[in-house]
T-cell receptor
């Protein structure tokens, strides 16, 4: 069975500072990986995804993530955050075969401070 | 393009009562998902439809939860009777297909409080 671990439940960071949100997964088969963002009182929105190819994936709003197969990680990064990036961020995986079922992590709350 | 619509946005009921949620996906999207998001947790898939057929309902508590997608468009999720632990946000999402190539588009959710 697949699982996703987001090690940090909350990450406070000052505006214009860099940030990294960590995600590790467990799976016996190959996976696809995703990062979603959830703003208050809204549904989830896709930030980026890794299906294949280059392990460095660029997404919307200046975010990027790197797939590391040996460390089973898919950490999300942004070089300079804005107040508007304050939100909950979810990492998710699905397997590459069979029924595509998303498994979400518990989320990391990013709070950008002025 | 209109997004995924859900109603109601908020619902408060007493335990043992019944409740229903409605979802209207993006036009033309064949795949529809219902997720349960308990406070402090990530979304958990309850049921996935492909057109009007069920693809996966392995995590749906079938003794109290039911869902249908008539005519492969709108969908309703029902809880009867509700328990305190059903308090959560219920998210609906749709996608052109179940392939991960396509993005899931989420609605704003229905926040259910069971007292």
């Amino acid at each position: 069975a697949q699982s996703v671990t987001q090690l940090d439940s909350q990450v406070p960071v000052f505006e214009e500072a860099p940030v990294e949100l960590r995600c590790n997964y467990s799976s016996s088969v190959s996976v696809y990986l995703f990062w979603y963002v959830q703003y208050p009182n809204q549904g989830l929105q896709l930030l980026l995804k890794y299906l294949s190819g280059s392990t460095l994936v660029k997404g919307i709003n200046g975010f990027e993530a790197e797939f590391n197969k040996s460390q089973t990680s898919f950490h999300l990064r942004k070089p300079s955050v804005h107040i508007s990036d304050t939100a909950e961020y979810f990492c998710a995986v699905i397997t590459t075969s069979g029924t595509y079922k998303y498994i979400f992590g518990t989320g990391t709350r990013l709070k950008v401070l002025a | 393009e209109a997004g995924v619509a859900q109603s109601p946005r908020y619902k408060i009921i007493e335990k043992r009562q019944s409740v229903a949620f409605w979802c209207n996906p993006i036009s033309g999207h064949a795949t529809l998902y219902w997720y349960q998001q308990i406070l402090g947790q990530g979304p958990k898939l309850l049921i996935q439809f492909q057109n009007n057929g069920v693809v996966d309902d392995s995590q749906l508590p079938k003794d109290r939860f039911s869902a249908e997608r008539l005519k492969g468009v709108d969908s309703t999720l029902k809880i009867q009777p509700a328990k305190l632990e059903d308090s959560a946000v219920y998210l609906c999402a749709s996608s052109p297909s179940d392939s991960p190539i396509y993005e899931q588009y989420f609605g704003p959710g229905t926040r259910l409080t069971v007292t």
